[in-house]
């Protein structure tokens, strides 16, 4: 199947389950193009569970599962599914509200998915319902925050020089230094960290 026809046929099996405004697209091109599926947060589960039972999708493999930090719209919860028989994959997808990031838990369908919803947890602060164990995975237990929202301060990046490549917009090459430019979640070391500005009696606020 081609993956216009995977997520036709997606699509067609969770209206069937009654799971309603479901987006058809694909992702990529060429070898690694995929068909991608959208659907409610509230029929993540149903509809995770129906791509795995359809005999002709047949998408038996669970392969990964993460989030994109998409700042005021929330998050999206992503899953790749394969299927071993017929060589074909879909990406299914959810977008969750920021307030209230959390979605049902697939573990009970895919066993392997345990591991990758404990990270996603644990890196981006969203909730998986009917998890056994949502324990911390990779980060020690006095950790605070969720590092992968991109809102998080990183703080290494102002208290100590970044090793490797540099930014984008500070290469000398091509003539001239542009102003750094800094990623998401990187403070300016002015405001923030031990170089930052210091108020004075003349400028309480250090703004000058």
Same mark, same amino acid.
């Not at 199947?1 to 992702?27: F, K």
């Given at each position: 199947m ?5 997520? &036709?046929r997606? !699509?067609a099996?969770?209206g069937?389950?009654?799971?309603? $405004? ?13 068909a ?7 029929? /993540? ?8 039972d ?8 669970f392969?990964w599962?993460? !989030?994109? $930090? ?8 992503v899953?790749?599914?394969w ?9 299914l997808?959810t977008?969750?509200p920021?307030?209230?990031a959390?979605?049902r838990?697939?573990?009970d369908?895919?066993?392997? &998915?345990?591991w990758?919803?404990?990270?996603t947890?644990?890196?981006f602060?969203? =909730?998986f319902t =009917? ?12 950790f ?11 703080a &290494?990046r102002v208290a100590?020089?970044w090793p490797?490549?540099?930014? *984008?917009?500070?290469s000398?090459?091509?003539? =001239?230094?542009r102003?750094?430019v800094?990623? *998401? ?6 405001? /923030? ?5 210091q *108020? ?9």
């Amino acid at each position: 199947m081609t993956p216009e026809e995977v997520g &036709a046929r997606l !699509a067609a099996v969770c209206g069937a389950a009654g799971i309603g $405004d479901v987006a058809v697209s694909v992702s990529g091109g060429g070898p690694h193009a995929r068909a991608t599926v959208d659907v409610p947060p509230e029929d /993540w589960h149903a509809a995770v569970r129906s791509a795995r039972d359809d005999t002709e999708l047949a998408l038996d493999f669970f392969d990964w599962l993460s !989030a994109v $930090d998409e700042l005021p719209d929330g998050f999206t919860l992503v899953v790749h599914l394969w299927s071993t028989d017929h060589r074909h994959g879909v990406l299914l997808r959810t977008r969750l509200p920021r307030d209230a990031a959390a979605a049902r838990s697939v573990v009970d369908l895919f066993p392997g &998915a345990a591991w990758h919803e404990r990270e996603t947890h644990e890196m981006f602060g969203i =909730g998986f319902t =009917g998890h056994p164990d949502l324990a911390p995975l990779l980060l020690p237990p006095e950790f605070e925050g969720h590092p992968l929202r991109k809102e998080f301060v990183l703080a &290494a990046r102002v208290a100590k020089a970044w090793p490797g490549a540099k930014e *984008p917009g500070e290469s000398e090459a091509g003539g =001239g230094r542009r102003a750094p430019v800094r990623p *998401p979640g990187v403070p300016d070391p002015a405001e /923030w960290g031990p170089n930052r500005r210091q *108020p004075s009696a003349t400028d309480p606020d250090g703004d000058s």
